[in-house]
């Protein structure tokens, strides 16, 4: 059992530091999106 209770611990650790990730990129102002999207109108 104590593996189990180890690897279950490990993924919530994961998950909320994937979470922090996600909510620090959320911040981040999207400055490329505008070139992005144009990119991809080129290249169809």
């Known amino acids: ?8 611990d490990a993924i919530v650790r994961l998950e909320r530091q ?3 990730v996600l909510k620090r990129m959320d911040r981040r ?3 490329n999106a505008k ?8 290249n169809t």
Do not use: A, L, Y
């Open 35 to 42: 070139s992005f999207s144009q990119d991809i109108s080129r």
């Open 29 to 31: 102002p999207r400055i």
């Open 1 to 8: 059992m104590e593996t189990n209770e180890s690897i279950s």
């Open 18 to 20: 994937f979470n922090e």
